[in-house]
């Protein structure tokens, strides 16, 4: 560096406050037979996790069911 600049060096604390919610939903039991969904809710307070976590809750089962109806296709079948 010359002298005309100079080198700033800035620190970042980072404080963590708050709620964390997560939920994982399996579903089967052979590699090839089985869906997994996790979900992770961050909130301010417990009751706004409670109340975003029951949103992403709706959310996530309709995502599971539509999941469920997607069937590999058997290649013997063809």
């Known amino acids: 560096m010359n002298g005309d600049q100079t080198e700033q060096t800035e ?3 980072r404080t963590d406050v708050g709620v964390s919610l997560t939920v ?3 579903r089967g039991t052979g590699t ?3 869906d997994q ?3 992770k ?3 301010k307070t417990l009751e706004d996790a409670r109340k ?3 949103t992403l809750r709706e ?3 309709d995502l599971a069911e539509d999941a469920r109806q ?3 296709v058997d290649p013997h079948e063809e």
């Open 70 to 72: 997607i069937q590999p």
């Open 41 to 43: 809710v961050k909130a």
């Open 59 to 61: 959310y996530i089962h």
């Open 32 to 34: 090839r037979d089985e």
């Open 37 to 39: 969904i996790k979900a």
């Open 52 to 54: 975003d976590m029951e």
């Open 11 to 13: 620190r970042v604390e």
């Open 24 to 26: 994982k939903l399996k």
